[in-house]
């Protein structure tokens, strides 16, 4: 692709599978989850709109929870391709310590006692708000 050429922020999200869809990438985005930091200035970044354009050398990051990920753009992609293909777009820079966090929080999980039963609606939606 052309270094001349534009893409929004929301879908290079997408198509580096950040995103599951790009409605959640432009949500993430509207919610100030998203961050633009450029290479030569090692700022905390700037909250982008869905419609940001992105170019190539840029650092993203993405606040999931309370991890957040961080990702140097490579070069630009329009399409959603294989996840073997992603790592020639986008490459992971997340701290070794936003990792940790990660793989701790996988392991974590609520403890219910025996004969309780399935959890109730209510129940349900804090255990969810309890985990993100």
Not at 59 to 66: E, F, L
Not at 84 to 90: A, F, Q
Not at 100 to 127: C, M, N, Q, V
Request: charged fraction near 35%; aromatic fraction near 6%; charge should be positive.
């Amino acid at each position: 692709m052309p270094e001349d050429k534009e893409l929004r922020i929301d879908k290079f999200l997408w198509a580096a599978r950040i995103f599951k869809s790009r409605t959640l990438a432009s949500e993430a985005c509207n919610g100030g989850k998203v961050k633009i930091i450029e290479e030569q200035a090692h700022s905390s970044g700037t909250s982008v709109k869905p419609s940001h354009h992105i170019k190539p050398g840029e650092i993203i990051t993405v606040q999931s929870g309370y991890i957040k990920k961080s990702y140097k753009v490579l070069a630009l992609l329009e399409r959603r391709l294989s996840a073997k293909l992603i790592t020639d777009y986008i490459q992971d820079i997340t701290p070794d310590e936003e990792k940790l966090k990660s793989d701790t929080a996988h392991r974590s999980y609520i403890h219910r006692f025996k004969g309780t039963g399935r959890p109730t609606k209510k129940e349900r939606r804090l255990l969810d708000k309890i985990r993100t």
